[in-house]
């Protein structure tokens, strides 16, 4: 007599779930240009040519506590030329080129004159402190825009694609 | 030339060497000490960005900084030339007024 022999596979594939898994999340990442992909396809810096070829620098960046430093910096130096240039006078040794007093002063106003016109000419300089603050604002809004249309983007691809397995 | 007197001897009149220098100063005070003045403050203004930004735009950001201070410098010229052109135009006047005040 024989003896009975029955035996019963497991049909419960545990590896199916976290295939599953892994397939889902594998589908839901990006590569390079589309977001925070698998950056390990592909590698922008180079050690010779730097980012792409078109930085010289590994390191690019602002500090933007220093912002209102340079901006002050634009308006004292705009201060420094416009006092200099008052600091010029008029009536230049003119008593040793030419007399009359009607001449004297007509000369003194027109030199005065090119004077404003000089210090009018410097404070264009002060177009490149709004510059600064442009530039400081490009800076914040634009890691701001990543950060929450990008990382946070993708964030939430990994979070949602982050399933418990629970016991049955 | 037959100078006896000095441009001080004189209440109305015009001295050409002191034209000359009258120029020449103004041309030292209101162009060139003031593009000079505008190069040293571009300096300073550069040392205080490259406290707190580095790259591409920074460079950039200076070039163009650079370019309008030399365009600025040009300017300057400018006026100064057309400041010269008219101090000639004076000399000019007063010794006309002298070859013409009595005739031959």
């Known amino acids: ?168 | 030339m037959k100078d006896k007197l000095d441009l001080s001897a004189l209440d109305i009149g015009i001295s050409s060497t002191g034209m000359a220098q009258y120029r020449e100063d103004l041309r030292a005070s209101l162009l060139v000490s003031t593009t000079d003045k505008l190069n040293e403050e571009v300096e300073n203004i550069l040392s205080v960005i490259d406290s707190g930004w580095q790259g591409v735009s920074r460079d950039r950001f200076e070039r163009q900084l650079r370019n309008m201070c030399e365009l600025m410098g040009e300017d300057l010229r400018k006026e100064y030339d057309d400041l010269e052109a008219r101090l000639t135009e004076l000399e000019s006047f007063y010794y006309e007024q002298d070859l013409k005040l009595i005739e031959e």
Request: charged letters at 20%.
């Open chain 1, 1 to 168: 007599m024989a003896w009975a022999s029955t035996t019963v596979a497991s049909g419960f594939d545990a590896e199916q779930y976290a295939q599953t898994a892994m397939d889902s999340r594998q589908a839901s990442r990006s590569g390079i240009g589309s977001g925070m992909g698998n950056s390990n396809t592909w590698w922008p810096f180079d050690k010779v040519d730097g980012y792409q070829g078109l930085s010289e620098y590994s390191v690019v960046g602002i500090n933007v506590s220093k912002v209102p430093d340079m901006r002050e910096a634009i308006r004292s130096a705009v201060a420094n030329i416009q006092n200099h240039i008052d600091g010029i006078e008029e009536e230049t040794n003119s008593s040793n080129a030419f007399r009359s007093e009607e001449i004297k002063t007509a000369v003194e106003q027109y030199v005065l004159a090119v004077k404003d016109y000089c210090k009018a000419l410097i404070s264009d300089l002060l177009a490149f402190s709004d510059k600064l603050e442009s530039v400081h604002q490009a800076w914040l809004q634009s890691t701001q825009s990543y950060a929450s249309e990008s990382i946070d983007s993708s964030k939430s691809n990994v979070s949602s694609s982050a399933t418990y397995y629970t016991e049955q």
